[in-house]
């Protein structure tokens, strides 16, 4: 016999623990199904940037809303998210000054503390930083880092609280319908009737929307990541970057690591998202050591403190799929593209005021991220877009 629930969320990454809080304190009691453990795909191995540097308006109203949470995570949520403010800096190379600086002025219309600054001010906020005279930064003093786990765990247990389940150990391996509409799953262990289903798989969403009929534009995105510990004497910490002219970011880990990874040869395939994450591509720490080391001089003297890899589910325009699609009340919150940590909170706020409410009114608007978008040939790109942030 079937457990009845009021909604089922498959996958608790950040986004199923999202959406299962945001839809408990709307009063709904939902279940999140999960394969193996809470956090245990992509969340799990995230880097955690928390900035609201976008190109695209959506995608910056999504990371200022859920700053928000992250910053005022304990009177919100309860507990700890880890947020550690560090400031942001944003670089980009010379061709793509003017985009910053429209960018910047979209992210000042939203509310967002962001200023462009110039060379002196960098060496002022950060004087470890190399750059030179031309330099201009997009600068976000509010902005850091939070933890993907104790986020992830803090919106599940702050659910659990209000009265949603956590099911861990089990796939999904069926959802079922009828005239139309969803009616609940089967897993590997139990059967569930719920009159909404949620597909938060990650990385596996693909293998789940095919389960009711629908194909995603959905492949797997590979990205190692390096902790570099700095030399003994270096400052205990430095603001986060991207570094669009040196393909890179990087941000302080605790006081005496620098976490760094690479925007170029990241690996985007068909494989399949159950690869090992232990170990990263042949060359990646040596590429990692020469770009930091240009523009954190002072890390020449560092060293490979651990690397490891992760995986994500990636779609052409590099952004989400949010929204519902195939049979009636089925929902679609993923193709995260290897940013979504930072806007997961605001997501799911957005996602449960549409499944609940039918529209966005409160919320920040999801129809950009429709699936539909890529059969009309409409995919997102910025007003004054920068490259693809993965190449
Ligand atoms: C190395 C790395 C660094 C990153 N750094 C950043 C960053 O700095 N900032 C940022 O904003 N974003 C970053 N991201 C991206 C961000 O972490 C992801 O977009 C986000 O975590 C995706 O969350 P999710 O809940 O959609 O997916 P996941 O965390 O992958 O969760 C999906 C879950 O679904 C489960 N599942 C799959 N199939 C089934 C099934 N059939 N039944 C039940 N459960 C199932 C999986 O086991 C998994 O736990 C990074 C990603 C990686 C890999």
Redesign the pocket.
């Known amino acids: 016999m079937a457990t009845t629930t009021d909604a089922i969320i498959?996958?608790?990454?950040?986004?199923?623990a999202s959406l299962a809080y945001h839809l408990a304190r709307r009063g709904m009691r939902p279940t999140v199904?999960?394969?193996?453990s809470f956090?245990?795909?992509?969340?799990g191995?995230?880097?955690?940037?928390v900035r609201m540097h976008y190109d695209v308006e959506g995608d910056a109203a999504l990371a200022w809303a859920s700053f928000r949470i992250f910053r005022d995570w304990p009177e919100i949520v309860g507990g700890e998210c880890g947020f550690t403010r560090t400031g942001f800096l944003k670089f980009v190379p010379p061709a793509f000054h003017d985009a910053l600086r429209a960018n910047v002025a979209m992210h000042q219309r939203l509310g967002i503390p962001s200023l462009l600054i110039g060379a002196d001010d960098v060496r002022r906020l950060a004087p470890g930083i190399a750059v030179d005279d031309a330099t201009i930064a997009a600068f976000e003093p509010e902005s850091g880092y939070a933890d993907?786990t104790a986020t992830t765990a803090g919106f599940l247990s702050a659910a659990r609280a209000m009265g949603a389940h956590l099911v861990q150990g089990h796939?999904?391996t069926a959802v079922t319908t009828k005239g139309g509409r969803v009616t609940g799953v089967r897993t590997n262990g139990d059967a569930y009737a719920a009159p909404i289903v949620v597909d938060?798989?990650?990385?596996?969403a693909g293998?789940?929307a095919a389960m009711v009929g629908l194909e995603l534009p959905l492949q797997v995105w590979r990205?190692d990541?390096a902790y570099i510990r700095r030399p003994a004497g270096s400052p205990t910490t430095h603001p986060t970057v991207i570094d669009d002219a040196e393909a890179m970011y990087f941000r302080p880990e605790g006081h005496d690591l620098t976490l760094v990874?690479l925007e170029d040869g990241n690996e985007i395939g068909d494989f399949s998202p159950e690869r090992e994450t232990a170990t990263t591509a042949p060359g990646f720490s040596e590429r990692v050591a020469d770009r930091l080391t240009r523009r954190l001089p002072m890390m020449a003297d560092g060293t490979l403190h651990s690397a490891h890899s992760?995986?994500?589910g990636i779609t052409p325009d590099q952004h989400a799929i949010i929204g519902p699609a195939g049979p009636d009340s089925f929902y679609l919150d993923?193709g995260?593209s290897?940013?979504?940590?930072?806007i997961a909170p605001a997501v799911g706020e957005s996602l449960a005021e549409l499944i609940c409410e039918g529209r966005n009114t409160t919320t920040v608007d999801l129809a950009p991220f429709r699936l539909a978008r890529f059969a009309e040939g409409r995919p997102i790109v910025g007003e004054h877009a920068y490259e693809a942030i993965w190449r």
């Open positions: 498959i996958g608790a990454g950040v986004h199923g199904i999960e394969r193996a956090g245990a795909g992509a969340t191995r995230s880097s955690g940037l993907p796939a999904v938060a798989a990650g990385a596996w293998q789940v990205h990541v990874a992760g995986q994500d993923c995260y290897g940013t979504g940590f930072k």
